[in-house]
Nanobody, 122 residues
Framework: QVQLVESGGGLVQAGGSLTLSCRVS????????MAWYRQVPGKQRELVAT?????????ADSVRDRFTISRTNDPYNYAAHLQMDSLKPEDTAVYYC??????????????WGQGTQVTVSS
């Protein structure tokens, strides 16, 4: 059973920093793209940043130059991280980790974490 577990959310003042982490557990064959999304009540989930299996990255315009996505492909510690700097109140949201994973049966699917709250006070 593949699971994604996020950590690192919390309350921070505007201009501050937070780092989110997403650890992948369970048995699988390969992890392809990983990403971070965010969602505020009443709005659609928004793509924040992506990182490919070869660590190519892309960002939403609203977070470019402030957020940095990275990943570790250590067989004992598969994870994605989101370093968030110069945070703004409009960054307040629940942040979700996403991964495109090929399981042991070579079945490829989308996996999501449970979400972690980030609140930025003005």
């Amino acid at each position: 059973q593949v699971q994604l577990v996020e950590s690192g959310g919390g309350l921070v003042q505007a201009g501050g920093s937070l780092t989110l982490s997403c650890r992948v557990s369970g048995s699988f064959f390969d992890i392809h793209t990983m990403a971070w999304y965010r969602q505020v009540p009443g709005k659609q989930r928004e793509l924040v940043a992506t990182i490919s299996g070869l660590s190519s990255t892309d960002y939403a315009d609203s977070v470019r130059d402030r957020f940095t996505i990275s990943r570790t492909n250590d067989p004992y510690n598969y994870a994605a991280h989101l370093q968030m700097d110069s945070l703004k109140p409009e960054d307040t949201a629940v942040y979700y980790c996403y991964a495109d994973i090929t399981g042991l049966g070579y079945r490829r699917g989308d996996y999501w974490g449970q979400g972690t709250q980030v609140t930025v006070s003005s």
